[in-house]
């Protein structure tokens, strides 16, 4: 079946530290890729998507590259802020249909000052 | 900018109460889903519609049902609320058009059956 794959969190860094959040997916096909944000007491919000191999989406200083090969969409930042602690999902859909997204189980970001 | 708003944000209920939680999108969308998120597990889909009166049932629907009589609201049904039902349950709404399909949530309601 599909499936998505996130590192546990929770991830705790530095203000201006490096971040990477792993994921790795199972899908029959090919499907979009997508970054969900979730900042405490809110609802989900999409911060980036790929929609095809090769593809880099980018939003707010994150990046993440649809990695065909290696089933993968590893999120990334150069310098994270305080104001990036937050939970991050992972997701897939496939297009075509009605986009039905099949979450990772979330990782939980915390930047120290 | 697209609005998905949700009746409650926090609920409290006993075993055995019929709970309705609603969701409202001003977007005109075709396509309304909820999802419950618990720790762990991410989020995962109960029910979406695909236009009114539309329904589907979708990876977790038992203990659940939907009802969508109007095009912008779609309300979400416990018949008869249990325990493992305590949840942060979220609503999406989803947009398409010839660059984008993007499902946009609401702030979602964190229910708990006592």
């Known amino acids: 079946g599909n499936s998505v794959t996130q590192m546990e969190g929770p991830v705790t860094l530095s203000e201006e530290a490096f971040l990477t959040i792993n994921c790795t997916y199972t899908?029959?096909?090919?499907?979009?890729l997508f970054w969900y944000v979730q900042y405490p007491g809110e609802g989900l919000q999409l911060l980036l998507k790929?929609?095809?191999?090769?593809d880099k989406g980018s939003n707010k200083g994150f990046e993440a590259t649809y990695r065909k090969e290696t089933t993968s969409f590893h999120l990334e930042k150069g310098s994270v802020q305080v104001s990036d602690s937050a939970v991050y999902f992972c997701?897939?859909?496939?297009?075509?249909?009605?986009?039905?997204?099949?979450f990772g189980a979330g990782t939980r970001l915390a930047v120290h000052p | 900018d697209v609005k998905v708003t949700q009746s409650s944000r926090y609920l409290v209920k006993r075993t055995g109460e019929k709970v309705f939680l609603e969701c409202v999108q001003d977007?005109?969308?075709?396509?309304m889903f909820w999802y419950r998120q618990d720790p762990g597990l991410g989020l995962r889909l109960i029910y979406f519609?695909?236009?009114?009166?539309?329904?589907e049932k979708g990876d977790i629907p038992e203990g659940y049902s939907v009802s969508r009589e109007k095009k912008e609201r779609f309300s979400l049904i416990l018949e008869s609320a249990s325990t493992n039902q305590t949840s942060m349950y979220l609503c999406?709404?989803?947009?398409?058009?010839?660059?984008?399909?993007?499902?946009?949530f609401g702030p979602g309601t964190r229910l708990t059956v006592l």
């Open positions: 999406a709404s989803r947009q398409t058009g010839a660059y984008t399909d993007t499902q946009y």
């Open positions: 899908a029959t096909g090919y499907p979009s």
């Open positions: 790929a929609t095809k191999a090769d």
């Open positions: 997701a897939l859909s496939f297009s075509g249909g009605y986009n039905k997204l099949i």
């Open positions: 977007m005109d969308h075709e396509n």
């Open positions: 519609s695909y236009d009114v009166k539309m329904k």
